[in-house]
């Protein structure tokens, strides 16, 4: 039973992170390449706060606060470049990140951050939790989609400028998707924090931040359901399959390649072209 | 002292940087594709350069060797995994090609073993004095003699050969080119080409100034590269070469003066992400 329940807490985990990312790839059309910095903020807060003597619940806000505060940062930079410079440079916030981290003794350095205090509410508590919380963020996403920002973020995806000259205020709508999806992989973070109870730099780089797009790519990036799906999937496939485990970056770097080679537009694509072959054309990639 | 150091420091490191960011800048000025799976083939380049060395005893054949490997890799990904995506939008080649890139590197990993190779008598060791407590390894100064030459060679094939002039044309304008009687096909084949067998001799040079080759070797400088050629301007030659030297002395102030906040990679996309902020367009961009 244990191994199910941490098992599944760690899908609910990767769950909230995938949908974070999939509100500003996805519903917002900005490419992010640097997310698990976000996971990061929000991991290293919790920790840090929760070594001090802070409660759980009470460093969660704080942890999707900071990683927020970071977003928009970095959504300001987003405002000035696009496509493929926004993509090197969502790039480069990761490896600030774990460059930043790694030669700060008051983080842990090289070494992480160990012995993190635990959140009190036993395994299957905090699996119950994560799930919920997994829920809400799957709900919020689907709410956010028929919003009027929602749609205005579809807009930008599919055609920025054509939205500028309607006069819409794209900035803020960027800026919104950056503050919320990264508020949100703070959460994620947090969570991740106190259900390892060690983290280091290397938990929050590059490869980390590939593995959460692969995981948006694959489901179809947009898409809520399906990114929930190959979530709770793909993170689950190294614990399942062992010799997964041992090749996970291959399977996953394979995957990525091949979706994107025949099928842009993830699981949820390949259904559409399967049950509604006439729509498949007009489906986003 | 310390400074000139510095500088001659930076100028090495740049030319390491310049070499695998070329080619790199040659894809993109054509294709428009972020083409993260280069450092594949620059570790490619890395691992037939060690291999060939020590079957043949031969550093040259291993030169030729390993820039004939990378450039027909090249030209084979140009062919299975980005001609087809073409017309998707953008980010679709790029993630694609960051998965080649994740799924290459743990191939080799798989391949040669997670140690690494080293050259089995090490090459051209020695050190030389540059007069005024300069020292410089012979790899070193080799490097910089062959990244000169290399760029000068390419410098004239683009401006003096018809090859060249096409590869000029296709980028400025696709279609007009076509219309003139120029192979698309063709050109973007000879310019996977030679970008990727430019990066698999950068990936020899790298392995013989570390005498080992590992199969994550090609992360730092991918993500490098791709930093560089966005400074350079993206798509510009000479915005790529002097953003590499820019970059390389950067990094090598940067260690000695902000070494204890940031370490080196962090350095350079800091240094990236301010540029960006002042000049969206890159340092050398003509726009």
């Known amino acids: ?285 | 002292m310390l400074y000139v150091e510095l500088v001659v420091q930076g100028l090495v490191q740049g030319s390491i940087y310049a070499m695998i960011a070329l080619g790199l800048t040659l894809v993109y000025g054509l294709l428009r594709i972020l083409h993260v799976a280069h450092a594949s083939l620059f570790t490619l380049g890395a691992y037939a350069g060690v291999l060939i060395t020590n079957a043949s005893g031969s550093l040259a054949l291993a030169f030729v060797g390993a820039a004939l490997i990378a450039g027909l890799a090249g030209v084979l990904m140009y062919r299975l995994a980005y001609q087809p995506l073409l017309s998707q939008p953008p980010f679709v080649a790029l993630i694609a090609s960051i998965g080649l890139y994740i799924a290459s590197e743990e191939a080799f990993r798989i391949a040669f073993g997670a140690q690494g190779l080293s050259f089995a008598t090490p090459q051209m060791q020695g050190q030389v004095a540059l007069g005024g407590g300069l020292q410089l390894s012979r790899i070193e100064i080799w490097m910089m003699v062959g990244t000169v030459l290399i760029i000068g060679v390419l410098a004239w094939l683009q401006s003096r050969t018809r090859i060249g002039v096409a590869c000029q044309a296709t980028v400025t304008d696709p279609q007009m080119a076509e219309s003139f009687g120029i192979s698309l096909r063709q050109v973007r084949d000879i310019n996977f080409f030679v970008g990727s067998a430019l990066a698999g001799f950068a990936g020899v040079w790298v392995a013989l100034l570390n005498n080992l080759v590992e199969p994550t070797m090609g992360s730092v400088p991918s993500y490098k590269a791709l930093a560089i050629i966005v400074l350079g301007g993206l798509g510009s030659v000479p915005g790529t070469l002097a953003a590499s030297l820019v970059l390389g002395v950067v990094e090598a102030f940067g260690t000695i003066y902000i070494g204890q906040f940031l370490d080196r990679n962090a350095i350079a996309f800091a240094f990236l992400i301010v540029v960006l902020m002042v000049r969206p367009q890159g340092l050398f961009a003509r726009r």
């Open chain 1, 1 to 285: 039973m244990d191994y199910e329940i941490t098992l599944l807490t760690t899908m609910a985990i990767s769950v909230i992170f995938a949908l974070s990312l999939n509100l500003i790839t996805g519903f917002c059309g900005q490419i992010s390449l640097g997310h698990a910095a976000f996971q990061g903020v929000g991991a290293y807060a919790a920790a840090m706060l929760g070594k001090a003597g802070w409660p759980f619940l009470a460093t969660l806000p704080v942890a999707m606060l900071l990683a927020c505060v970071l977003g928009v940062v970095v959504g300001l930079s987003s405002l000035r470049v696009r496509d493929d410079f926004l993509a090197i440079t969502t790039m480069g916030v990761v490896f600030l990140f774990v460059g930043f981290v790694r030669q700060q003794d008051w983080l842990g350095g090289e070494m992480g951050v160990s012995s993190i205090p635990d959140h009190g509410m036993g395994k299957l508590g905090f699996m119950v939790f994560g799930i919920v919380l997994a829920a809400f963020v799957a709900g919020l996403s689907v709410y956010i989609r028929r919003t009027w920002m929602g749609r205005v973020f579809n807009g930008i995806a599919e055609d920025e400028d054509t939205m500028r000259v309607l006069g819409i205020d794209v900035p803020r709508y960027k800026l919104a998707a950056f503050a919320i999806g990264t508020a949100l992989a703070g959460l994620s973070g947090a969570l991740l924090a106190y259900h390892l109870q060690f983290i280091g730099a290397e938990n929050f780089g590059f490869i980390e931040s590939i593995t959460v797009l692969s995981m948006v790519v694959f489901g179809g990036i947009g898409s809520v359901a399906w990114v929930v799906i190959a979530a709770a999937v793909l993170s689950a496939l190294p614990a399942w399959f062992q010799v997964i485990g041992d090749y996970k970056l291959l399977v996953y770097g394979g995957l990525l390649f091949l979706m994107m080679r025949f099928s842009p537009g993830g699981i949820a694509g390949l259904v559409r072209r399967v049950f509604a072959p006439g729509k498949a054309r007009e489906g986003k990639a």
